[in-house]
């Protein structure tokens, strides 16, 4: 009997077959397919006849059929729908896979063919599109040390593979020193605490196996107890702890760790020929250098240094005005800012929750989507992984494009946050793929019978994730490796970010947000409410934020720091940081950055994106209209349709006619002077 992995899926769409597949299908299947693409990448590599694009380049992109089928069932049930079994699976496959990867880039008959090509690209006669999956996919190998020879070839799997072990190091301190310090509070303690918060100290007291509740530094407990105790001593205990988490001495201490990190990547660097670990780690972005990030960061510093410190005096105000003789501190500011914000802007929450129905919501991203591009969705049954996910299929003009699935309900089996990926990316070589994309959230379930209902940051998530989606739906290009959101880290948020916008649009409030009982549209003023809300603290939240982002843009351009705390200080005071704010990660605990490389000198990412949507949107508006055809097709056609086929930058110009500046940003952010 064939494994109904590997099996041709002769079902709808060539859906994957959830129905037949079962758990103890996968280990065999990811051996066969495993084993089949090294096969496959072999006679590519020992291919007797001269390299051309189609026997190298397009066959690779062909190459690995069996085990993406195989991985994209894998990795969509191992995240969005876990079991114990699964986990194991999980932790027995990540290694196998890395070291398939590494097998594939040192695979030196392999890359002499595409080092052949590369030399020669301009003699081949190939496409736009040809030439920079060539251009990339030779990067890539170049990259991960492909053209290294003997000592440095060595020095650098050296250098990998303890770069690795100290990642997980750091990883495992961090938690260690969060499970370790926990704060006991007494009944008084919980004074001014509001319920939620209560509730959290009392399971994690029991937790714990306390007789009462405890604050511990878990991020979904210490915050809110920062916002809303009013007990200064206590407040400065647990921020203490918080901000000390990596730096307690002893064996889980982070900072000796982050030296080493940081020597070792400016090494890896060197090795590969680059000045430093940020111009080898921009080199791919669309930032490009460090010079460009260094700008854009400064250009949003200075405005919100202004904004934090006004707001600052303000809470001082407060402070002395609760009787209390010092200046403002790191433990204060959430707490005053609080009280600030219940002044300024009484909403409630749960005042806008009636208004914010999932499946209107739902219905409303499709809608815009329909208005901008066309889209049309209609219902699938088909089996899928769990019982809460949707299918439909995506047409235009009455011809397919994708299949979207949405599993939106939170669950013990789903990881946390929010997601959306490629069951099946779109291509048009060597074979005609069509999408299969799929969005996870994690929205409460509600009762039997009553309509699921979300809070504003819920309608923002399912339309920043479907965002990403309709960046897979509209590919529109000939090969895998670069279709939908295989684009640039600092680009790949800007098409959903910039979807979050539409959610803000008044007409589309007005269509679909509509009380669950009455029916009624959620009246302007509430509205507005919630929209001043969302720029409130600004200058604080962009300020620790963009702190970090210099910290650890700083740390890998130029040589490596001996001391990391030491360079930590002298960059925080030539920015001139304000005392009573300090970085979003400090060093000892800044993971984006230390656990792996996904971050490194690419914290800025965030931001970059947040400056193109802010722009983008603005195109729209200047057009007349969040639904102005002519901007919505050259969105489409320069950027939803285009994914990594071409340079990032060259496609925001085409789109915008120039690159983005700073000023929507700071508009949207309520930071504009
Ligand atoms: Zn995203």
């Known amino acids: 009997m064939t494994n ?34 090294l096969a496959e990448v072999d006679a590519i590599a020992t291919n007797p006849e001269p390299a051309n694009f189609a026997n190298t380049i397009e066959a690779l992109e062909g190459a690995g059929e069996a085990l993406d089928k195989v991985l994209s069932v894998f990795f969509t ?91 997980t190091s750091f990883t495992q301190n961090l938690l260690s020193d969060e499970a370790a310090w926990f704060m006991p509070l007494s009944e008084a303690d ?46 400065q205990k647990a921020f203490c702890a918080w901000a000390a988490r990596g730096a307690n001495g002893g064996d889980s201490d982070n900072r000796g760790i982050a030296a080493e990190v940081l020597a070792l990547r400016e090494e890896r660097a060197k090795l590969l020929g680059y000045a430093d670990f940020a111009s080898f780690k921009l080199e791919t972005e669309m930032a490009g250098t460090p010079g460009r990030v260094r700008d854009l960061l400064m250009a949003v510093w200075e405005p919100a240094k202004a904004q934090a410190l006004r707001d600052a005096t303000e809470m001082e105000h407060m402070l002395s005005a609760d009787g209390i003789n010092d200046a403002l ?49 209609r219902p699938l049954d088909l089996p899928l992984y769990h019982a809460d996910c949707r299918a439909w299929e995506v047409t235009r003009d009455g011809k397919h494009l994708a299949v979207f699935i949405g599993d939106y309900f939170a669950r013990a089996s789903k990881r946390s946050g929010a997601w959306c990926s490629a069951m099946r990316s779109q291509a048009r070589r060597p074979k005609p793929l069509a999408p299969v994309v799929i969005n996870v959230c994690n929205f409460a379930k509600p009762p039997k ?22 960046h897979q739906m509209l590919s529109d290009v000939d090969f895998g490796s670069v279709s939908g959101t295989s684009v640039a880290r600092d680009f790949v948020e800007l098409p959903s970010q910039l979807y979050e916008h539409w959610l803000e649009v008044p007409e589309v409030l007005a269509e679909f947000a509509t009380h669950a ?40 351009n130029g040589p490596a720091p001996a001391d990391p705390m030491a360079r930590q200080a002298e960059i925080l005071s030539g920015m001139g940081m304000p005392a009573p704010i300090t970085m979003r990660h400090a060093t000892p605990h800044f993971a984006h950055v230390f656990a792996g490389d996904g971050y490194s000198s690419g914290y800025y990412s965030y931001m970059w994106s947040e400056v193109m949507d802010a ?23 320069f950027i939803l ?11 925001y110009i085409a789109f915008r006619g120039r690159m983005p500046g700073v000023e929507a940003l700071l508009k949207g952010r309520g930071l504009a002077a």
């Open 4 to 37: 109904p992995l590997l099996a041709d899926w002769d079902t709808p769409f060539q859906l994957a077959p959830f129905d037949r597949i079962s758990d103890s299908d996968f280990a065999p299947a990811f051996d066969e397919a495993l084993a089949a693409h």
């Open 77 to 167: 049930v191992a995240g969005a729908d876990s079991t114990p079994a699964r986990q194991e699976l999980q932790r027995a496959f990540s290694p196998r896979l890395s070291a398939h990867s590494s097998a594939i880039s040192d695979n030196k008959a392999l890359f002499a063919r595409i080092a052949e090509l590369w030399d020669r690209r301009d003699t081949l006669g190939l496409t736009a599109e040809e030439d920079r999956v060539l251009y990339l996919t030779h990067r890539g190998f170049v990259r991960s040390g492909a053209a290294l020879e003997g000592a440095s070839a060595e020095r650098m799997k050296a250098v990998k593979s303890r770069l690795a072990v100290l990642g």
């Open 190 to 235: 919980l004074q001014g605490l509001p319920e939620f918060v209560v509730d959290g100290a009392r399971s994690a007291g029991e937790a714990l196996g306390q007789d009462g509740p405890v604050v511990t530094l878990s991020r979904s407990l210490i915050v809110p107890f920062l916002q809303f105790s009013p007990r200064r001593d206590l407040r």
């Open 329 to 377: 501190q790191p433990w204060d500011w959430r707490y005053y800012a609080d009280k600030r914000r219940r002044v300024l802007h009484d909403l409630d929450e749960a005042e806008l929750k009636p208004y914010l129905q999932l499946d209107k919501m739902i219905q409303a991203a499709f809608t815009c989507s329909n208005r901008l591009f066309g889209l049309e969705f």
């Open 449 to 470: 019978g009553k309509p699921a209902l979300l809070s504003y940051d819920d309608a923002r998530t399912l339309f920043h994730e479907f965002g990403h989606a309709l």
């Open 517 to 556: 009982d009455t029916g009624e549209a959620m009246p302007q003023a509430l509205l507005d409410k919630a929209l001043a809300a969302s720029t409130f603290d600004m200058g604080f939240q962009t300020v620790e934020y963009v702190a970090s982002a210099m910290v650890d843009l700083e740390f890998h």
């Open 615 to 637: 722009d983008a949107f603005a195109a729209f508006e200047e057009a007349g209209g969040a639904f102005d055809p002519a901007t919505a097709a050259r969105l489409e056609q």
């Open 641 to 651: 349709s285009k994914g990594g086929s071409v340079d990032a930058q060259e496609l």
